[in-house]
């Protein structure tokens, strides 16, 4: 069935350091993909989406593309800030259906 | 805009009881979701709506109902709470339901089912 599998963590790193979060999908088609994120005590907001294959989804810093070929979707940044501890959740959903299937998210702590 | 709230924030039921989480929109938004977020489930779909006065069932919706008598408002009640159903749930609309759109999110609803 349709699924999303990304890296658990939980993942502590430094400030700048660089980061890489991996997901990937099975799905029929071709799903829109996204990153959502999460910061503490709030609901979830949309990082960053790509609809098509090739294509370069970026926000904040934070930059993923879609690869159809192999079915991934990794999430990348190249200097993360303490600002950036939240959880991340890697998801698509398939044309002609309303619904996100999510992955089980990515907690992310950087430290000072 | 204040997007997408849900109250209450916080609540403690007893096995057995009910209680009524509402959502509420103001972006015009077609579309409303109800999740549940569970610790290494991420999000899973309880029950969703594609307009005034339908709703549809999700990937978890038995123990739970819904209604969309408004366009702005997605209720979801547990009718005879229990302890499997202590989660934080979160609401959710979309625009349209087409697969690119985004999905915003409300701040959430934690619930204790002792």
């Known amino acids: 069935g349709d699924s999303v599998t990304q890296m658990e963590g939980p993942v502590t790193l430094s400030e700048e350091a660089f980061l890489t979060i991996n997901c990937t999908y099975t799905a029929t088609g071709y799903p829109s993909l996204f990153w959502y994120v999460q910061y503490p005590g709030e609901g979830l907001q949309l990082l960053l989406k790509?609809?098509?294959?090739?294509d370069k989804g970026s926000n904040k810093g934070f930059e993923a593309t879609y690869r159809k070929e192999t079915t991934s979707f990794h999430l990348e940044k190249g200097s993360v800030q303490v600002s950036d501890s939240a959880v991340y959740f890697c998801a698509f959903s398939q044309g002609g259906s309303e619904k996100l299937v999510f992955g089980k998210g990515m907690k992310l702590t950087v430290n000072p | 805009n204040a997007g997408v709230t849900q109250t209450p924030k916080f609540r403690v039921l007893k096995t057995g009881q009910s209680m009524t989480l509402l959502c509420a929109q103001d972006m015009n938004h077609e579309y409303m979701y109800w999740y549940r977020q569970d610790p290494g489930m991420g999000l899973r779909l309880i029950h969703y709506?594609?307009?005034?006065?339908?709703?549809a069932k999700g990937e978890v919706p038995d123990g739970y109902n819904v209604s969309r008598l408004k366009k702005q408002n997605f209720l979801l009640g547990l009718e005879s709470a229990a302890p499997s159903q202590t989660s934080v749930y979160f609401c959710?609309?979309?625009?349209?339901?087409?697969?690119?759109?985004?999905?915003?999110f409300g701040p959430g609803t934690r619930l204790l089912v002792l």
């Open positions: 790509a609809t098509k294959a090739d």
């Open positions: 709506s594609v307009g005034e006065g339908t709703t």
């Open positions: 959710a609309s979309s625009y349209v339901g087409r697969a690119q759109e985004t999905q915003y």
